[in-house]
Every structure is written in structure tokens, then in C-alpha cells.
Nanobody, 120 residues
Framework: QVQLVESGGGLVQAGGSLRLSCAAS????????MNWYRQAPGKQRELVAT???????NYADSVKDRFTISRDSAKNTVYLQMNSLKPEDTAVYYC??????????????WGQGTQVTVSS
């Protein structure tokens, strides 16, 4: 019903920057929140940043003051600007969104993930 497509991952040196994008498509009525998660090898998936429909944001302590989440509601797209990247930021980054579809049930969708690798 709702598909999420991420882009923008890649390889960067420590201290560098990357910008991830995630576009949602489908019969979307409303998106309540869009989130970025990440999962490093051998570790559990963790919530990195959240932005609500009202524009409220929240970040994991490990990325505060380095990462910025934003959204373009007209395009159903969320972004994650990542600055001052560290090797420990290396992970697969996943986009997640939840809301309601037109004339249907709530949805909770995930993207396929995009690899971010930070070299030291």
C-alpha cells in the first residue's frame, strides 16, 4: 500500500557529510511520523531520528547536534542530513513511516535500507 524508497547512502571519510532521502508513495491519506533507524552489524536496530506531522523532532543522544531530520510534506519525503560522521555511524539506515491510507487501515511501512559506511 505504501512504499518507501531510500537514497543517498555511500562511503565517506570520518568528519564528512551525507544526506539521506526517503520518498513515500501510495494511497496515502496522512503520515503521522517519519523515522530513520539504523542497524550496524551484530547490533539491534536503533531509532536515530523522528519527525512528526507537526514538525516536532527527536534524536538519539549519539547523533544530537550532528544529524538533522527534515521533511517535505508536499512530497511525502523525509531527509536525514548527517554531518561530522564517525566510524561508529556505519550501519544500514532504514526509513520508516506510519499513518493512514485513503479509505483504509493504518500503515507502518519500511524502506529497503541504504548502507552508510564511514572510514577512519
Amino acid at each position: 500500500q505504501v512504499q518507501l524508497v531510500e537514497s543517498g547512502g555511500g562511503l565517506v571519510q570520518a568528519g564528512g557529510s551525507l544526506r539521506l532521502s526517503c520518498a513515500a508513495s501510495g494511497t496515502i491519506f496522512t503520515i503521522n511520523a517519519m523515522n530513520w533507524y539504523r542497524q550496524a552489524p551484530g547490533k539491534q536496530r536503533e531509532l536515530v531520528a523522528t519527525i512528526t506531522s507537526g514538525g516536532n523532532t527527536n534524536y538519539a543522544d549519539s547523533v544530537k547536534d550532528r544529524f538533522t531530520i527534515s521533511r517535505d510534506s508536499a512530497k511525502n519525503t523525509v531527509y536525514l542530513q548527517m554531518n561530522s560522521l564517525k566510524p561508529e555511524d556505519t550501519a544500514v539506515y532504514y526509513c520508516n513511516a506510519w499513518g493512514r491510507v485513503i479509505g483504509g487501515p493504518p500503515f507502518d511501512s519500511w524502506g529497503q535500507g541504504t548502507q552508510v559506511t564511514v572510514s577512519s
